[in-house]
């Protein structure tokens, strides 16, 4: 179907317009505001609990935040889309709890679970999800039989004032982004199917006036439904609230790829809302209820709000921030500068990690290493590294494994990481030159011998990735042949007291990688 290109501008000019106030005489009648109803909405939290490092985020800061617009505006609802958990210390020793309770603390309605949510899997989920009271939706997912069943709706309907407002909640497909055995009992539905189906139902049956879908599956993307082709599909959705990818949408400094309005399926305009990850912002959106128009911006989180603390809701932490803080204070190692996780450097050292730990499991060379750049969730900084860093960069209960698979089979797995963005940390002996535009790599080597489709080759990753995650689908045909008995960090932890316990922590700069267009 070909939108009409007027009227499409005309609505999208319409939205524009109406996020900037306009000086106008209004007569006695004109002032008496129309309703209002304001989401707040915050997706990939990611167990930022205390202030990011770069000095944005922080839970109680994030507290100030909704306070001051729920004082100042009579009908709020706060939503999460999803990944609360998973990025600190917080969620590492406390599993959830931490996470959970504080969203109840902090009154949260209606959220939607991310593929963090399941890190330690069904059972650990389902204990601790219900110390979150909110609406949890999922509208795809058929859980029924499963541990989280009682949970779960399909859909919400909320009436403000006269209006009728659905929710529905849109999730991602758990394989090849969820740890195997971590969603037993879950059975996935099409993202875009389910998400139409459930806004017709809810617009046409139950006749709500205004559907918003709250989703966990990226702003747009490679392999799966994202929030842009659903908004493309769609005619009965009037908002998206995402998450997952972490995108920044600021409609008041949107980019040609990171738009607020789209165009449905009828050529209308509607508003995909997203306010990237670590709590760094809350969102906000105001949808008028006499014209159902809606706008929409980000409210930043930072030290500016650290005056406005709640004192009370502060001494809630105290029993867990003392744990966390005892582990952070352990000095394991130094940098001279900082390592970012999104540069060669610390890839390159994780890469070279992997490596030396497959050696050591195997008592064998290892051809090629592989740690990907996704699981590397923060930054080392200059100066002294602790315990608690190390964890927090690597979070996860991954462990280092050792697998032998055929050169055809490993082209495939090296294909994957080529198209999600050749970023992935491997050994100083590997080189994989690749085409950007068809995403496929061209040249692979290991100490400048070429990749043998028909050989054998000895790898070294994490189970994660073994086990097809990330979309490792080919790493699955090789056999296990060794695996740690360590959880990855710790692992980490052995590797820098032995090799810069006198020395920084370091690695080569180089990319490994090369595009040959």
């Not at 969203?103 to 899997?121: C, R, T």
């Not at 949107?254 to 709590?279: F, L, P, V």
């Not at 990753?461 to 060794?482: H, K, S």
């Amino acid at each position: 179907m070909k939108c009409d290109l007027k009227k499409l501008s005309t609505a999208i000019a319409t939205a524009v317009i109406m996020s900037y106030p306009t000086a106008v005489t209004l007569s006695a009648e004109e002032i008496r505001q129309p309703e209002k109803l304001i989401i707040l909405h915050t997706n990939d939290v990611h167990s930022q609990i205390d202030p990011h490092e770069d000095g944005t985020g922080g839970l109680l800061r994030r507290k100030a935040v909704i306070d001051s617009v729920r004082a100042e505006h009579p009908n709020v609802i706060l939503i999460d889309a999803g990944d609360a958990v998973q990025g600190s210390m917080y969620f590492t020793l406390y599993k959830g709890e931490v996470e959970y309770k504080m969203m109840d603390l902090l009154d949260y309605d209606i959220a939607v679970l991310g593929n963090h949510d399941f890190d330690n899997g069904m059972e650990q989920l389902a204990r601790v999800l219900p110390l979150a009271n909110a609406t949890w939706l999922t509208s795809n997912y058929d859980l029924r039989g499963s541990t989280l069943e009682p949970y779960f709706k399909p859909y919400e309907i909320r009436t403000v004032g006269d209006k009728k407002i659905g929710f529905i909640g849109i999730n991602l497909e758990p394989k090849g982004m969820i740890a195997e055995g971590n969603y037993d009992g879950v059975v996935y539905l099409d993202a875009t199917e389910a998400a139409n189906a459930m806004a017709w139902y809810l617009k046409n049956v139950e006749h709500a006036d205004y559907v918003v879908a709250v989703t966990h599956i990226g702003y747009d993307g490679t392999y799966r439904a994202s929030d842009a082709s659903i908004a493309k599909d769609s005619k009965n959705i009037d908002l998206i609230i995402g998450g997952h990818s972490h995108t920044v949408i600021d409609p008041e400094n949107q980019t040609e790829r990171y738009r607020a309005r789209h165009a449905n399926a009828s050529c209308d305009s509607i508003t995909i809302a997203q306010s990237g990850g670590k709590g760094a912002y809350v969102g906000e959106i105001e949808i008028d209820l006499a014209t159902l128009a809606t706008k929409s911006k980000l409210i930043k989180v930072d030290g500016r709000l650290d005056s406005r603390i709640d004192k009370k809701f502060e001494a809630q932490l105290l029993p867990y921030s003392h744990a966390v803080d005892s582990i952070m204070a352990v000095k394991v190692g130094k940098t001279a500068h900082k390592l970012s996780r999104d540069e060669n450097e610390l890839l390159n050292f994780l890469g070279d990690f992997v490596k030396k730990k497959g050696e050591e499991l195997s008592g064998k060379k290892i051809d090629l290493s592989v740690i990907n750049r996704g699981g590397v969730r923060s930054d080392l900084p200059k100066g002294k590294i602790t315990k608690g860093m190390v964890i927090d960069m690597l979070p996860f209960n991954n462990r280092v494994e050792v697998l032998e698979i055929k050169g055809s089979d490993l082209k495939d797995a090296i294909d994957v990481v080529v198209k999600r963005g050749a970023k992935d940390g491997i050994n100083s002996e590997a080189r994989i030159a690749y085409d950007k535009d068809e995403k496929i790599a061209t040249n692979v080597t290991f100490d400048g011998k070429e990749l043998d489709p028909n050989a054998i080759y000895r790898v070294a990753t994490i189970d994660y990735l073994a086990n097809g995650g990330d979309y490792m689908e080919p790493l699955t045909r090789g056999t296990v042949v060794a695996s740690s008995d360590q959880v990855l960090y710790d692992d980490l932890l052995d590797y820098i007291q032995k090799h810069f316990k006198k020395t920084y922590i370091s690695a080569t700069q180089e990319s490994r990688y090369k595009a040959s267009k």
